[in-house]
């Protein structure tokens, strides 16, 4: 997409308290976010920066700063989120802790302000206004369109849930203590001015949100102002802390945040209990008793070289095998991404278009949605996931309601009717693997069974005949 020249910094762990600002030459203005593939979606996002120098030099590694001074830019970021949006948004019926929190750092502590039940705008009002508080609203892509088809597409370009919260902050005042993240953080500033101080993290790729005190974490690395347009990147663990100046009316901007829990560690905790469970029914080894009383020894010195030897003997068994099945956490972004931006009146999917004839060219429609998978014990069978949320009753394809995205709910265990429809033909791979197919060249027997399996992926929405 065009570009233009802009500036960005290097926040590396060498650099000074004031950002060094390069200035990037380049030809044109990047004025709105590409949504033609999830590739440029994120390529917009980060220009001018390129994709391979981003996962080279800074992803998970320091953090980057990229002011553009931009007008357009500024002016498509300020139509994301605005502190004006909270009134009609009242309107609609928001809910302390639920939709939105109120709060102030009170000498190093987070200090919530909230009501109980549901938020009056004109209390809300006041408590920005006199108490100076700062407003963190959850995942507005519940209500904001051109939200939701950024994380959405983002979603699918890292394989990982993305969430959002919009801090809004009256000048003069700061919401949050100094803390770091479980999570990379990608920051848009939306409306006016932040400024932002960022410190050397004491936990590297932390796993969890912790708030550091000012004595411990000592000067800031690094000091610098966000304007409307601007984009900030950090690692998790990055301790970070920001306020809005005074002078500048208030300050809004949106954090999108991706990678919670979703290391290796994580990957390990999530696939080793079935690389354990298949090991075991071929290696004998792994299925002899534990020693007598191992459960109540206290030295168990000798049992750790056991146990040692049978890592090792599941690292030779992984090796070998085809594929490490990850379970919940493939569940958890199956379920719980995004779907597709349909527009607001889409809340149904059925089969429209042209009816897929032997004649016809079809391809996988919502192909970054769909999930395939190898059955075991069936070499030859691979299951399409239907795009995500999609739930089949008499009514058709029903997408699940976006609303709940990230929100959390009292029960998060995925009742019968919520679990990912799997639908099972063994030439899918053909149609996966090419952008477009024709009917006839299905890798099946007869032209009236190719028809068929072009008709059954087409009643279920999987894919579209061109």
Not at 44 to 63: D, N, R
Not at 102 to 115: A, F, Q
Not at 226 to 251: E, M, V
Request: hydrophobic share 30%.
């Amino acid at each position: 997409m065009p570009k233009k020249g802009g500036k960005h910094a290097d926040v590396g762990k060498d650099g000074p308290a004031h950002c060094k600002r390069a200035k990037v030459e380049a030809a044109c203005s990047p004025s709105v976010m590409s949504f033609e593939n999830p590739d440029s979606l994120f390529e917009s996002l980060i220009s001018p920066i390129k994709q391979e120098v981003f996962f080279g030099e800074y992803w998970e590694q320091k953090p980057l700063l990229i002011q553009r001074n931009d007008p357009l830019l500024s002016t498509y970021y300020q139509s994301l989120f605005q502190l004006s949006d909270l009134k009609e948004l009242c309107g609609r019926g928001l809910y302390y802790g639920r939709d939105l929190n109120i709060c102030r750092c009170v000498n190093g502590k987070k200090k919530v302000l909230n009501k109980e039940g549901k938020v009056n705008y004109m209390q809300l009002k006041k408590d920005f206004d006199q108490k100076k508080a700062t407003i963190q609203f959850h995942q507005p892509q519940r209500f904001k369109e051109e939200l939701w088809k950024i994380q959405e597409k983002l979603e699918c370009y890292f394989g990982s849930l993305v969430g959002s919260n919009v801090y809004m902050t009256p000048q003069g005042s700061q919401g949050l203590p100094p803390h770091y993240d479980d999570v990379e953080v990608f920051i848009l500033q939306l409306e006016g001015e932040k400024h932002w101080r960022l410190y050397k993290p004491t936990v590297h790729l932390a796993r969890e949100y912790n708030v550091e005190s000012e004595d411990r974490i000592g000067n800031p690395t690094h000091e610098f102002i966000l304007k409307p347009g601007d984009l900030l990147y950090f690692p998790r663990g990055t301790i970070h802390q920001a306020d809005t100046p005074p002078g500048i009316s208030y300050s809004t901007h949106v954090t999108i945040s991706t990678y919670q829990n979703n290391s290796w560690g994580d990957f390990l905790l999530d696939a080793i209990p079935g690389l354990v469970f298949d090991t075991a029914k071929e290696d004998v080894a792994l299925r002899t008793s534990i020693p007598r009383k191992l459960l109540m020894q206290v030295d168990v010195a000798d049992s750790m070289k056991k146990l040692g030897s049978l890592l090792r003997r599941l690292a030779d068994h992984l090796e070998n095998t085809r594929e490490l099945r990850s379970s919940d956490m493939k569940k958890d972004f199956i379920m719980n991404r995004l779907p597709p931006c349909l527009g607001c009146d889409s809340d149904t999917l059925t089969p429209g278009g042209k009816y897929p004839k032997i004649d016809s060219k079809i391809r996988l429609q919502f192909r970054d949605h769909a999930i395939i998978t190898v059955e075991p014990d069936q070499e030859n069978s691979v299951s399409t996931m239907k795009p995500s949320l999609l739930c089949l009753g008499w009514g058709g394809v029903r997408w699940g309601a976006q609303e709940t995205h990230m929100m959390g709910t009292e029960d998060d265990t995925a009742s019968e009717e919520g679990t990912p429809q799997v639908c099972s033909h063994n030439h899918t791979p053909q149609i996966w693997c090419s952008s477009t197919v024709n009917v006839k060249e299905l890798n099946l027997a007869s032209d009236e069974e190719k028809e068929n399996l072009a008709l059954s992926l087409w009643t279920e929405c999987l894919v579209e005949v061109i």
